[in-house]
């Protein structure tokens, strides 16, 4: 039984409203003082950058992206960059606080950060993506280094971008440093298993709610996947090679409902040939985005963006299991309200923390410059996220709170712990 803490609370539409109200809840449950509760709701630097890309078209063209450290308390601020026309600063700064408490709760030694690009990159050729990237990574050398803060990719960017960034910023120094950022390809620095480590967290998380609640057959359990790209479809292909039965998925075209299961692998290679979208696969039903939500399943895994589940479908989830592969993609509002219908969310912070670990190790691995194959990649894996699981529930049950509070609780003991250690400078 959860205790809901605040059910008249205003609903919080915006990521970083959502980001405070939840670190709000969790903190009074953290035996600390309130100047340092207060001190950890602030990020700790932002930058804002507007800088000219040069069209195809020889016509020059202003963007304008941002980069947010929320925490350097436990080391070096880790987060993704993403490139989207949604990236406002608010969002930035949300997905920035969540790092914080992510890397904390998973024991990394890292804070928090996250950027953007104002931009939609399906727009751009690849010429025109590789000299927005070379141009937005320049402008953040400033800020960032192997030792400081370490970029990852994010919504809408991948190992290529990952890898001009890797490059400029090489050539900026003048010698190749590959642990300036994670998620780059194998080849020049990357770590086996970065593609599908967040997916592949994301089910090792469900495993882990599922077993806590006695089911332990995967034939028995039905899964819905909202958003097919690196994390809904990592997600989805290892629970169908477990044996769970994916029954939906979507994208940003609509989704598909098979009540039999869909075949993953065939509807990936599918996506291959078929422009990255699963639009006209012909073995499922279409159904809406809002649709897919509320279909009747075990499990629902929001894969896709934040705000997906708020006071207005919250009531109609039908799911037993809410397992967040996006991040923020519940509102507090309907957090309360899937609380109080007893069903069971296993947050972002945790859920979708297989990608940072394994980012993790591939900066460790170039550090070091020796590298681990993808069993010890997969093993360390999920070693660290049943334990981060295990301490989680206990935190739960210990404090009657749900799994979202108990997580912040332990991220924001973590970094206020390292906070009161090294002292407030000077
Ligand atoms: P992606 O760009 O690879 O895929 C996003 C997917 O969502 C695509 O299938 C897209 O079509 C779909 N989508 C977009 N808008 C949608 C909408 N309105 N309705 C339904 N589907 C929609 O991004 P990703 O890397 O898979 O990230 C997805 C989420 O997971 C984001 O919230 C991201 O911050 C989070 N996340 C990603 C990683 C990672 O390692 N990639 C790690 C942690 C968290």
Redesign the pocket.
């Known amino acids: 039984m959860v205790v809901a803490l605040n059910p008249q609370i205003e609903e919080h539409d915006g990521p970083y409203q959502t980001a405070l109200a939840q670190y709000d809840r969790a903190s009074r449950y953290v035996n600390i003082r309130e100047d340092l509760i207060e001190y950890m709701r602030y990020p700790r630097r932002e930058f804002s950058v507007n800088f000219p890309v040069r069209r195809d078209n020889g016509t020059i063209e202003m963007f304008t992206g941002y980069r947010v450290h929320h925490s350097t308390a436990l080391g070096p601020s880790k987060g ?1 960059l ?1 490139y989207s026309l949604a990236v406002t600063p608010d969002e930035v700064r949300a ?1 920035a606080m969540w790092m914080t408490w992510k890397c904390a709760l998973v024991n990394l030694p890292y804070g928090g950060a996250k950027g953007g690009v104002v931009v939609d990159p399906h727009a751009l050729t690849q010429s025109e993506l590789e000299r927005l990237t070379r141009r937005y990574a320049s402008e953040l050398v400033p800020l960032i280094s192997p030792h400081s803060d370490i970029p ?5 960017t ?1 190992s290529q971008v990952m890898a001009w960034m890797m490059d400029t910023y090489s050539m900026t120094m003048g010698y190749s440093v590959p642990a300036i950022v994670t ?1 780059k390809p194998r080849h020049i620095g990357g770590s086996e298993g970065r593609t599908q ?3 592949r967290g994301v089910i090792i998380c469900m495993v882990s709610a599922l077993e806590d609640h006695n089911i332990t057959n995967p034939t028995d359990v039905s899964i819905v996947i ?8 990592n997600a989805a292909l290892y629970a169908h090679n477990l044996g769970y039965r994916v029954v939906a998925v ?4 609509g ?1 598909l409902y098979n009540a039999n299961g869909l075949d993953i692998p065939d509807l990936m290679d599918y996506t291959q040939v078929n422009g ?2 699963i639009e006209g696969y012909p073995h499922g039903d279409y159904v809406t ?1 809002a649709e897919l939500l509320t279909l009747d399943c075990d499990v629902l895994i929001p ?4 705000g ?1 589940i708020t006071r207005n479908n919250a009531r109609d989830i039908r799911a037993k299991f809410v397992i967040e ?5 519940t509102t507090p509002d309907a957090d309360d309200i899937l609380n109080d219908r007893g069903i069971y969310v296993v947050p ?1 912070i945790l859920a ?5 670990i394994v ?1 993790y190790f591939e900066w460790v691995q170039d550090l070091q410059a020796f590298f681990w194959n993808e069993d010890e990649i997969f093993a360390q894996l999920e070693r660290i996220l049943k334990r981060a699981y295990d301490e989680t529930s206990a935190t739960a049950k210990e404090h009657r709170i749900d799994m979202r509070t108990a997580a912040q609780v332990k991220a924001i003991k973590r970094v206020s712990d390292a906070i009161i250690t090294r002292g407030v400078y000077p």
């Open positions: 993704g993403r997905l990852a990719p994010d919504m809408g991948n998620g480590a967040t997916g909202q958003g097919f790209g690196n994390v809904g479809s979507s994208d940003v075209t989704g990255g979208t985005n894969a896709a963006m934040e997906q592969g996006a991040n923020g993609p972002d979708n923390a297989g990608g940072v980012s």
